[in-house]
C-alpha cells in the first residue's frame, strides 16, 4: 500500500503542463531548409537586380525569421484564452484593412496585383484574415453549442466564413487566399457538425460542377481578356499559352524533371538563372526538385508531415474543445497551402501564386504563419499530463 501511494504521489508531483518543443523544432527546421534554398534560388536574380547583392532576398528574410521566431515564443508564454475577448474586433479589423487595400490610396499594388497595405511598414491584410478565422470560428461554433447541427446555423457560420473569404477576393483581388480561408471555415464546421454525409455531397457536387466547367472551357475556349480564365487555359494547354502563364508552368515542370533523384547539387540550378520568373516565391519548389531531386523533396514533405502530425497531436489533446478548434484550423491552413502549392508546381491545377509554407520568400508570410505556431504552440503548454502520459498518447 505504502509503495503505491508513494508512486501514486510521484505521478502527481510529475504532473505539470506539455509544451510541444517537438513543434518547435520542425518548425525552425524547415525556416533554415527554406532560408538556404532562398540563397540558393534568389542569389543570381538579387544580384541583378540590387547591384551585385545576391544576399537581398536572404538577409531580409532571415532577420524577419529571426523575429518570426521570437513572436511565436512569446505567444506561446501566454494563455490562448486572452485571444477570445479580441477576436471578434480582429475579426472585423482584417476586412476594414481589405477594403483599404482597394479604396485608399494605402494599398500598394506588386507583381501586377493590388494586395498590399502600406502603413508605416508594407503587409498583406489577407494573412490576418486567416488567423482572424481560425479564432474566431471556434467562438461561434461553441456558442451555439448542440444548435451546430441545425442547417441555419451551419449556414450563419458559413456567411461568416465567407465574409472574410470574398473580402479577400473582392478587396485584394486574390482568389488563392480566399479560397483558403473558405477551406479553413468549411472543415471547421465539419468537425463540429455530427453529420458528414451533407460534406461529402457538397464536395462531390462543387468538384463535378468545376470539372465540368473547367472541360467546357478547355475544349471551346483559345484566349481570353479575363486573367484567371487565362490561368485555366494556360493550365489546359501550356505549349499554346506560352505568354500567358504556360512558360512558367513549363519550365517549373523541365526543372523538377531534370533533378532526377539525387539532383544536380545545391546551387547548381539552371532554371533559377532568370528562366522561372521570381523562382523564390511559389516555384521555389521547382529549384528544390532540381538541385536535391526526389530525394530533397521527399525529405521536405516529410518534415511538413511531421509537422502537421504535431499540430494534429496537440488538437487531439487539447485541454478544450476552442483550442482544439484553433489548432485544427492552424493544421487545414498549412495543409491546404503545401497542397495547393504543390498542385501548381505540378501543374494538377492553375497558378494561383500560394507560397510554400516556412520555404517562400515572403516577410508577411513567415511572421503570420510563426504567430500560428505560437498560438498552437500556447495550446500545448495547456495540455495537463504526466511524461508518461505522453508517451502513451503519441504511440497510441
Known amino acids: 500500500m505504502e509503495q503505491k501511494e508513494k508512486k501514486r504521489r510521484k505521478k502527481k508531483s ?6 510541444d518543443y517537438n513543434l518547435l523544432a520542425i518548425v525552425i527546421l524547415l525556416i533554415c531548409f527554406g532560408l538556404i534554398m532562398l540563397y540558393s534560388t534568389s542569389a543570381y536574380e538579387a544580384q541583378m537586380k540590387f547591384h551585385g547583392d545576391d544576399m537581398y532576398y536572404f538577409r531580409r528574410q532571415a532577420l524577419i525569421s529571426v523575429g518570426a521566431i521570437a513572436v511565436a515564443i ?9 485571444m477570445i475577448p479580441f477576436a471578434g474586433t480582429l475579426y472585423l479589423i482584417s476586412v476594414v484593412l481589405m477594403a483599404m487595400v482597394r479604396f485608399t490610396p494605402f494599398g500598394v499594388e506588386a507583381y501586377g496585383s493590388r494586395r498590399w497595405l502600406k502603413l508605416g511598414i508594407q503587409f498583406q491584410p489577407a494573412e490576418i484574415a486567416k488567423i482572424a478565422i481560425i ?3 471556434p467562438i461561434l461554433v461553441i456558442k451555439m453549442g448542440k444548435q451546430v447541427k441545425q442547417l441555419r446555423a451551419v449556414i450563419w ?7 472574410q473569404a470574398g473580402a479577400a477576393f473582392v478587396f485584394t483581388d486574390n482568389l488563392s487566399t480566399g479560397m483558403i480561408i473558405g477551406g479553413i471555415a468549411v472543415v471547421m464546421i465539419f468537425i463540429a457538425h455530427p453529420k458528414t454525409k451533407p460534406f461529402v455531397v457538397l464536395a462531390l457536387g462543387t468538384s463535378v460542377v468545376a470539372g465540368s466547367v473547367i472541360a467546357y472551357m478547355g475544349m471551346t475556349m483559345t484566349t481570353s481578356d479575363n ?5 485555366i487555359l494556360s493550365w489546359l494547354h501550356p505549349e499554346a499559352n506560352m505568354s500567358s502563364g504556360g512558360y512558367q508552368v513549363l519550365q517549373g515542370l523541365y526543372a523538377i524533371g531534370s533533378g532526377g533523384f539525387f539532383g544536380k547539387g545545391l546551387g547548381n540550378s539552371a532554371q533559377k538563372l532568370g528562366t522561372i520568373p521570381e523562382a523564390q516565391n511559389d516555384m521555389i519548389f521547382s529549384i528544390v526538385c532540381e538541385e536535391l531531386g ?8 516529410l518534415m511538413f508531415g511531421y509537422l502537421l502530425y504535431r499540430l494534429f497531436f496537440i488538437a487531439q489533446n487539447a485541454p478544450d474543445l476552442y483550442g482544439t478548434l484553433v489548432v485544427t484550423g492552424i493544421f487545414v491552413h498549412i495543409a491546404l497551402q503545401v497542397i495547393l502549392n504543390l498542385c501548381v508546381v505540378l501543374n494538377l491545377m492553375p497558378t494561383t ?5 516556412f520555404v517562400s520568400y515572403g516577410g508577411t508570410s513567415i511572421l503570420f504563419l510563426m504567430a500560428e505556431m505560437g498560438i498552437a504552440l500556447s495550446v500545448s503548454g495547456r495540455i495537463q499530463t504526466t511524461g508518461e502520459d505522453i508517451t502513451e498518447a503519441e504511440t497510441a
Open 353 to 357: 501564386g500560394i507560397t510554400l509554407p
Open 135 to 137: 479564432i474566431y470560428m
Open 294 to 301: 526526389v530525394f530533397g523533396a521527399a525529405l521536405l514533405l
Open 227 to 231: 486573367f484567371r480564365i487565362r490561368r
Open 14 to 19: 510529475n504532473r505539470g503542463a506539455y509544451y
Open 74 to 82: 512569446f505567444i506561446s508564454k501566454w494563455d490562448y484564452h486572452l
Open 157 to 163: 457560420l458559413l456567411i461568416f466564413g465567407m465574409i
